[in-house]
């Protein structure tokens, strides 16, 4: 029986990864999931009755050494950046007789690292990161930062911990998980521009990153722990790096986007952006905002078209921005 781990099970990311899974046709499968939350783990058991879960944070270091030893697939979905747990994963991975895998999310503001360092935020960029073309590439931008601690953990294990990362953009759409269904950037532009009461953008707005629906994000999760399942070779390590995205998008189109389907949902009294906004003040609008909606990350998802056989079904973000804005203007009210 093959063995899944898989943390983040409340989150976004990892719930719906965990739905994605659930409805798949994979047999013998033995699932089990870190759940620190008590409440949230009886939740989780009623819906999935058939998974184990494992409770413990991420900072549990012991405990998630000897699952990943366990395991033929850790799906580190939890978190893009913590050290310590990605270390006792690969230590626990390390240990097994026969080669386990380890599918790590990782984020595409991997990328922004420059414009970080010089305040550089709104400004457009011809930069494309194609994860086949440019796999040398990317190893270095990861190398030459020593700051991605989980990133270059990650890529230099030896041959038998096979590593993929998952390089994610711009996540849209509602998850299908059990707990957390909501995504980051484009809902909380949504939801500052409901709570400004109007449309704004981050400086010139010209930057873009790359986007993806949830679903096909899941898809691609679940093609690669099939693959990994079935000790499929040439996906890992060096041939490990995976862009996730199905189109790209300037944040001052979305904002504006967003701004005029607020209009015309009667949400806000004009339409367009009337607004420029600086790197602080999105700071103080949301967390991290001024990377988040300032900076450029534009990738190409080639390896999981060629590699695993994926393409995207999900609709683009454009047709989801009336439902994200929909949604904002529901919670802003407190209906869930
Ligand atoms: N959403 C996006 O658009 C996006 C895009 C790229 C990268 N990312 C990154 O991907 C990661 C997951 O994103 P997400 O949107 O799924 O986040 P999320 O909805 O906040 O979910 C995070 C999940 O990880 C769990 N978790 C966090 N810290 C933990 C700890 N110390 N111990 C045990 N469990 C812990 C949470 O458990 P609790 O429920 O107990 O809190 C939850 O299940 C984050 O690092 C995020 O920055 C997100």
């Known amino acids: 029986m093959a063995r899944i781990f898989l943390t983040g099970a409340t989150g976004y990311v990892g719930g719906d990864v965990l739905y994605r899974l659930q409805q798949s046709t994979l047999v013998n499968l033995h699932l089990s999931c870190l759940v620190r939350d008590p409440h949230k783990a009886q939740n989780l058991s009623e819906i999935y009755p058939n998974v184990e879960l494992v409770q413990g944070g991420l900072d549990d270091s012991d405990l998630l050494e000897e699952q990943a030893g366990k395991a033929d697939v850790v799906l580190n979905l939890a978190a893009t950046g ?6 006792a994963i690969a230590k626990g991975l390390q240990q097994r007789e026969t ?3 380890w599918i790590q999310i990782g984020g595409a503001s991997l990328f922004a690292a420059a414009e970080i360092a010089q305040n550089r935020y709104g400004q457009p960029s011809q930069e494309i990161h194609d994860d086949v073309a440019d796999t040398d590439k990317i190893i270095r931008t990861i190398q030459s930062n020593p700051k991605r601690v989980v990133e270059n953990n990650l ?22 998980g059990p707990v957390n269904q909501r995504s980051i950037q484009a809902p909380e532009i949504a939801r500052s521009t409901l709570h400004l009461g109007h449309g704004f953008r981050l ?8 986007n993806i629906h949830i679903h096909d994000l899941s898809d691609q999760v679940l093609a690669l722990a099939e693959a990994a399942i079935n000790q499929r070779k040439g996906l890992w390590n ?5 862009c996730l995205e199905n189109g ?3 944040f001052g189109k979305l904002c504006n986007l967003i701004a005029a389907e607020a209009y015309s949902q009667g949400l806000i009294t004009g339409t367009g952006i009337k607004e420029e906004i600086d790197a602080e003040k999105a700071n ?3 967390g991290h905002a001024a990377v988040l909606w300032g900076t450029n990350a534009v990738i190409n998802s080639s390896r999981s078209h060629a590699q695993l056989g994926w393409s995207p079904t999900a609709p683009d973000l454009s047709s989801e921005i009336a439902t994200i804005v929909k949604s904002e203007a529901a919670s802003k009210k407190g209906i869930t």
């Open 82 to 87: 913590h050290a310590g747990a990605a270390s």
């Open 99 to 101: 080669p386990g895998h």
């Open 155 to 176: 890529i230099s294990q030896p041959a038998h911990v096979r590593t993929a990362l998952l390089v994610i953009p711009l996540i849209y759409g509602t998850g299908r």
């Open 203 to 210: 400086g010139a707005g010209q930057n873009a990153w790359s």
């Open 238 to 242: 060096e041939n490990g790096i995976y």
């Open 248 to 250: 790209n998008m300037p």
């Open 284 to 286: 103080s609008m949301s």
